[in-house]
């Protein structure tokens, strides 16, 4: 199945709690090809702080299949839903997924934050994202590139450097592509983090 999972879209898989790791097991052992993305977050125990792997976007994994033949993917035992309009699934766009494997590839520090689609418009010009195009808003130093999976109404922001980027025109944006937002850390004190 995986040698033609290629020619099927990405969906978004709506999972219980905590279960991403082992339904994406679960489905990749069945031979689909699946997405999870993870970011490194430290955590404090009572006698030591340790780095831990969590989902970019909790409570969901994207996977590549044949929205026909379904089932298969709505009795892997996690699995609680395929994401959709009006009970319809409907198939992640493929730039927004791109560009989060881009991010995950890059092995930039990464974390969930909030949807946003707010600020100028900039390119990636070197480094490891470059051609990605987003926002930019420019509050105090630090910088985060923000990709958005419209579909989830939720991004991941990855910090960069400001030499990266370079502005891009209005009238550029393309109508299809990966969401992709550029922005800093608040001045306001906010983290960007959501809860899962």
Request: glycine letters at 8%; hydrophobic letters at 40%.
């Amino acid at each position: 199945m995986s040698n033609q999972s290629a020619v099927y879209p990405w969906f978004a898989v709506q999972v219980r709690g905590r279960y991403e790791t082992t339904t994406a097991g679960l489905l990749d052992g069945k031979g689909y090809e699946t997405f999870l993305p993870l970011h490194k977050c430290r955590r404090r125990w009572s006698d030591r702080i340790k780095e831990i792997e969590l989902p970019l976007f909790p409570g969901y994994l994207f996977c590549r299949f044949d929205i026909q033949r379904r089932l298969p993917i709505l009795i892997t035992p996690g699995v609680l839903s395929i994401v959709g309009i009006a009970k319809i699934p409907v198939p992640v766009d493929e730039g927004e997924i791109m560009a989060i494997q881009s991010i995950v590839k890059a092995g930039l520090q990464t974390q969930p934050c909030p949807y946003q689609r707010i600020g100028q418009r900039v390119r990636i010009d070197c480094g490891p994202l470059c051609g990605l195009e987003g926002i930019i808003e420019n509050l105090k130093s630090k910088h985060r590139l923000m990709v958005s999976v419209t579909l989830l109404q939720r991004s991941v922001a990855v910090e960069i450097d400001e030499a990266w980027v370079s502005a891009v025109s209005p009238s550029r944006r393309p109508g299809h592509a990966a969401e992709v937002d550029l922005l800093s850390a608040s001045s306001s004190g906010h983290s960007g983090m959501i809860s899962g």
